[in-house]
């Protein structure tokens, strides 16, 4: 859509869509770009040689970001008021591409102001930044991005988030919406027909 010599389409989108302002459609359409993009992307990597041999699932916290085993996105380190806390540091497999379209908030008092998505241990390319401070103020659970943000293979993801009042540790949820697309086999087995 352009705006006067500006082709929107062509510009990344670091923002947030509250939930209740996307339809069922638009929220499969969403899910299902980053799926699309993932593929793509698996693709171009050479990770299989045809799309038939990918199998693209949700992202597992535990298993892939490195989560605690007994409470998917939790977040485990105490929240400091005014300061940045690293919620996940993990290195995508050699065989997958991990993309993720949104997030949501569980915690009935949220303390997250802000989550930036960075590449590589000093977190200095950020892929993705996102003021979740807009979704608590308009009551909203969730919200999905105006982009698919996309991690390769073997690319380390560090999701960093800014805590705006203090919480102590396992005392919020942040969810994270994301898709892993990988070869048939590795985790899922190739769908029965």
Do not use: H
Not at 23 to 50: F, G, P
């Amino acid at each position: 859509m352009p705006i006067g010599n500006i082709d929107l389409n062509m510009v990344t989108k670091s923002y947030l869509l509250a939930v209740d302002d996307l339809n069922e459609a638009d929220r499969k359409a969403i899910r299902n770009n980053c799926d699309l993009v993932l593929v793509d992307n698996a693709l171009r990597q050479a990770i299989v040689d045809t799309e038939k041999d990918l199998i693209v699932r949700d992202i597992f916290p535990n298993n892939d970001l490195g989560l605690a085993a007994t409470d998917d996105f939790l977040v485990a380190g105490p929240g400091v008021a005014g300061t940045d806390l690293q919620y996940i540091n993990a290195v995508v497999g050699v065989d997958q591409e991990w993309g993720f379209y949104g997030v949501g908030v569980e915690s009935a008092n949220p303390c997250i102001s802000r989550l930036r998505m960075t590449l590589g241990a000093a977190s200095s390319q950020i892929r993705g930044a996102f003021q979740l401070e807009q979704l608590y103020t308009r009551l909203q659970p969730a919200a999905y991005f105006g982009e698919t943000v996309v991690f390769k293979k073997q690319e380390r993801m560090r999701v960093m988030i800014m805590v705006r009042t203090a919480f102590a540790a396992n005392g919020q949820r942040l969810e994270l919406f994301g898709r892993v697309v990988e070869p048939i086999g590795a985790v899922v087995s190739a769908p029965s027909t």
